[in-house]
Protein backbone atom coordinates (compact mmCIF):
# COMPACT_ATOMS: atom_id res chain seq x y z
CA UNK A 1 0.00 0.00 0.00
CA UNK A 2 0.90 3.84 -0.57
CA UNK A 3 0.04 6.29 0.79
CA UNK A 4 0.39 9.80 -1.38
CA UNK A 5 0.27 13.08 0.26
CA UNK A 6 0.21 16.78 -1.91
CA UNK A 7 1.09 20.24 -1.10
CA UNK A 8 2.38 23.39 -2.26
CA UNK A 9 -1.16 24.17 -4.22
CA UNK A 10 -2.23 27.77 -4.20
CA UNK A 11 -3.30 31.11 -6.09
CA UNK A 12 -0.87 32.64 -8.51
CA UNK A 13 -1.23 34.99 -11.25
CA UNK A 14 -0.78 34.36 -14.82
CA UNK A 15 2.64 33.69 -15.99
CA UNK A 16 3.53 32.84 -12.56
CA UNK A 17 5.23 29.75 -10.77
CA UNK A 18 4.40 26.84 -8.39
CA UNK A 19 5.64 23.67 -6.98
CA UNK A 20 3.60 20.76 -5.94
CA UNK A 21 5.03 18.21 -3.42
CA UNK A 22 4.25 14.95 -2.97
CA UNK A 23 4.83 13.05 0.17
CA UNK A 24 4.69 8.79 -0.27
CA UNK A 25 4.52 6.46 2.19
CA UNK A 26 5.68 2.83 1.00
CA UNK A 27 8.08 1.38 -1.40
CA UNK A 28 7.63 4.10 -3.64
CA UNK A 29 10.33 4.08 -5.01
CA UNK A 30 9.73 1.21 -6.82
CA UNK A 31 6.96 2.41 -8.64
CA UNK A 32 6.09 4.78 -11.67
CA UNK A 33 4.86 7.93 -10.51
CA UNK A 34 2.62 10.84 -11.62
CA UNK A 35 0.50 14.09 -11.31
CA UNK A 36 -2.72 14.63 -13.13
CA UNK A 37 -5.47 17.65 -13.18
CA UNK A 38 -9.29 17.66 -12.98
CA UNK A 39 -10.90 21.13 -14.09
CA UNK A 40 -14.81 21.68 -12.74
CA UNK A 41 -16.36 19.84 -15.00
CA UNK A 42 -14.03 18.46 -17.29
CA UNK A 43 -12.38 14.70 -16.90
CA UNK A 44 -8.85 14.20 -15.28
CA UNK A 45 -5.72 13.99 -16.97
CA UNK A 46 -2.23 13.19 -16.97
CA UNK A 47 0.05 15.79 -16.62
CA UNK A 48 3.86 14.52 -15.91
CA UNK A 49 4.65 10.63 -14.86
CA UNK A 50 7.96 10.01 -14.38
CA UNK A 51 10.02 6.27 -14.05
CA UNK A 52 10.94 4.48 -10.77
CA UNK A 53 14.51 5.62 -11.17
CA UNK A 54 13.99 8.93 -11.93
CA UNK A 55 15.58 8.75 -15.56
CA UNK A 56 12.42 8.70 -17.72
CA UNK A 57 9.78 11.67 -17.99
CA UNK A 58 6.76 12.15 -20.19
CA UNK A 59 4.69 15.19 -20.42
CA UNK A 60 1.23 16.29 -21.80
CA UNK A 61 1.60 18.39 -24.73
CA UNK A 62 -0.88 21.08 -22.56
CA UNK A 63 2.51 21.40 -20.00
CA UNK A 64 5.61 20.38 -22.20
CA UNK A 65 8.72 23.13 -21.90
CA UNK A 66 6.64 25.03 -18.63
CA UNK A 67 6.32 22.16 -16.28
CA UNK A 68 9.14 19.43 -14.97
CA UNK A 69 8.35 16.30 -12.79
CA UNK A 70 10.92 14.87 -10.52
CA UNK A 71 11.60 12.64 -7.74
CA UNK A 72 13.68 12.06 -4.85
CA UNK A 73 13.70 8.39 -3.93
CA UNK A 74 15.89 8.57 -1.14
CA UNK A 75 13.33 11.03 0.72
CA UNK A 76 10.40 9.58 -1.26
CA UNK A 77 8.79 12.74 -2.69
CA UNK A 78 7.68 13.32 -5.83
CA UNK A 79 7.93 16.95 -7.16
CA UNK A 80 6.54 19.27 -10.39
CA UNK A 81 7.60 22.46 -10.82
CA UNK A 82 5.34 24.94 -12.71
CA UNK A 83 6.77 27.90 -14.47
CA UNK A 84 4.92 30.23 -16.38
CA UNK A 85 1.19 29.37 -15.41
CA UNK A 86 -1.66 29.84 -17.36
CA UNK A 87 -5.80 30.31 -16.64
CA UNK A 88 -6.24 26.85 -17.74
CA UNK A 89 -3.85 25.51 -15.59
CA UNK A 90 -6.32 25.96 -13.09
CA UNK A 91 -7.01 22.40 -11.56
CA UNK A 92 -7.00 20.28 -8.54
CA UNK A 93 -3.97 18.36 -9.11
CA UNK A 94 -3.54 14.77 -7.93
CA UNK A 95 -0.44 13.18 -7.08
CA UNK A 96 -0.35 8.97 -8.24
CA UNK A 97 1.52 5.68 -8.70
CA UNK A 98 0.94 2.64 -10.41
CA UNK A 99 2.96 -0.66 -9.20
CA UNK A 100 4.93 -0.90 -12.47
CA UNK A 101 8.78 -0.66 -13.33
CA UNK A 102 8.03 -0.44 -17.05
CA UNK A 103 8.60 2.59 -18.99
CA UNK A 104 6.08 1.83 -21.37
CA UNK A 105 3.01 1.06 -18.65
CA UNK A 106 4.48 4.76 -17.33
CA UNK A 107 3.98 6.12 -20.53
CA UNK A 108 0.94 4.62 -21.01
CA UNK A 109 -0.58 5.86 -17.47
CA UNK A 110 -0.05 9.59 -18.60
CA UNK A 111 -2.23 8.65 -21.95
CA UNK A 112 -5.16 6.56 -20.26
CA UNK A 113 -4.82 7.90 -16.60
CA UNK A 114 -5.70 4.41 -15.54
CA UNK A 115 -3.43 1.43 -15.62
CA UNK A 116 -4.88 -2.65 -16.52
CA UNK A 117 -3.76 -5.57 -14.02
CA UNK A 118 -1.69 -3.13 -11.74
CA UNK A 119 -2.37 -1.29 -8.48
CA UNK A 120 -2.92 2.50 -8.80
CA UNK A 121 -2.57 5.04 -6.14
CA UNK A 122 -3.96 8.28 -5.64
CA UNK A 123 -3.57 11.28 -3.60
CA UNK A 124 -6.42 13.39 -2.19
CA UNK A 125 -5.51 16.61 -4.19
CA UNK A 126 -4.41 20.17 -3.96
CA UNK A 127 -5.78 22.93 -5.48
CA UNK A 128 -4.30 25.35 -8.26
CA UNK A 129 -5.65 28.67 -9.31
CA UNK A 130 -4.30 31.11 -11.87
CA UNK A 131 -5.81 34.26 -12.02
CA UNK A 132 -5.83 36.15 -15.27
Known amino acids: QLHLVESGGGSVQAGGSLRLSCAAS???????MGWFRQAPGKEREGVAT????????YYSDAVKGRFTISRDNARNTLSLQMHTLKPEDTATYYC??????????????????????????WGQGTQVTVAS
Open 96 to 121: AAITSRFLSDCQGFLQAGRAVNMDVF
Open 26 to 32: GYASNYC
Open 50 to 57: ISAGGHSE
